[in-house]
């Protein structure tokens, strides 16, 4: 079963840092690029962060740029976000999810999410 | 502010057809970048329900479909069933140096 789970969220000061992870199964990770998709309680989906299949090629959404990085480790099959300087406006559920077909950073669907972690920053 | 569009709520009674508005942009869907749809039931995680403007995964029944034209796209769903009300997102990708992916602000179904 193709599955990926989340891990790593919970409650962080201000300032604070936090590092996420996502392990995947079910496929061979490394064919595929990886994301990271935030929800805020309440609010709709916002993509924060991608990778290709061997970390060569990284994205942001800027409101996280230079304070979250993106990683993964293809013998492990995990993709991780390492979170710093956290703001109150980081507080979202984070889902880990997989494009459709792409290994590359592509305008391709995400077929694949996991149930999600939920980062609370207070 | 989502860069995509989509109103935040529509309704229609069991059996009936609806449609889902998503507006973007030159820099997006009007790019020529395909429309990607999620569907979110109360709880869960998102899941893909049209992916490539038109086109849907295995196992969504054929009562839903994508279009889209210029810088705009839509999603019906016909047959409307109780199942269906749910959060519904659209997607796509932005050439602007501050987007890549991009969502729409969503849209909740009520099944009336």
């Known amino acids: 079963e193709v599955q990926l789970v989340e891990s790593g969220g919970r409650v962080v000061r201000p300032g604070g840092s936090l590092r996420l992870s996502c392990a995947a199964s079910?496929?061979?990770?490394?064919?595929?690029?990886m994301n990271w998709v935030r929800q805020a309680p309440g609010k709709g989906l916002e993509w924060v962060s991608g990778?290709?299949?061997?970390?060569?090629?990284?994205g942001y959404v800027d409101s996280v740029k230079g304070r979250f990085i993106i990683s993964r480790d293809n013998v492990e099959n995990s993709l991780y976000l390492q979170m710093n300087s956290l703001r109150v406006e980081d507080t979202a559920l984070y889902y880990c999810?997989?494009?459709?077909?792409?290994?590359?950073?592509?305008?391709?669907?995400?077929?694949?999410w996991g149930l999600g972690t939920m980062v609370t920053v207070s | 502010q989502s860069v995509l569009t989509q109103p935040p709520s529509v309704s229609g009674a069991p059996g009936q057809r609806v449609t889902i508005s998503c507006t973007g942009s030159?820099?997006?869907?009007?790019?020529?970048?395909?429309v990607h749809w999620y569907q979110q039931l109360p709880g869960t995680a998102p899941k893909l329900l049209i992916y490539?403007?038109?086109n849907r995964p295995s196992g969504v029944p054929d009562r839903f479909s994508g279009s889209n034209s210029g810088t705009s796209a839509s999603l019906a769903i016909t047959g409307l069933q109780a199942e269906d009300e749910a959060h519904y997102y659209c997607?796509?990708?932005?050439?602007?140096?501050?987007?890549?992916?991009?969502f729409g602000g969503g849209t909740k179904l009520t099944v009336l």
């Open positions: 999810a997989r494009f459709r077909a792409s290994s590359q950073l592509l305008p391709d669907a995400f077929t694949v």
């Open positions: 079910g496929f061979t990770f490394e064919d595929y690029g």
């Open positions: 990778i290709n299949w061997n970390g060569g090629s990284t």
């Open positions: 030159s820099s997006n869907i009007g790019a020529g970048y395909a």
């Open positions: 490539d403007n038109t």
């Open positions: 997607q796509s990708y932005d050439t602007n140096l501050s987007h890549f992916w991009v």
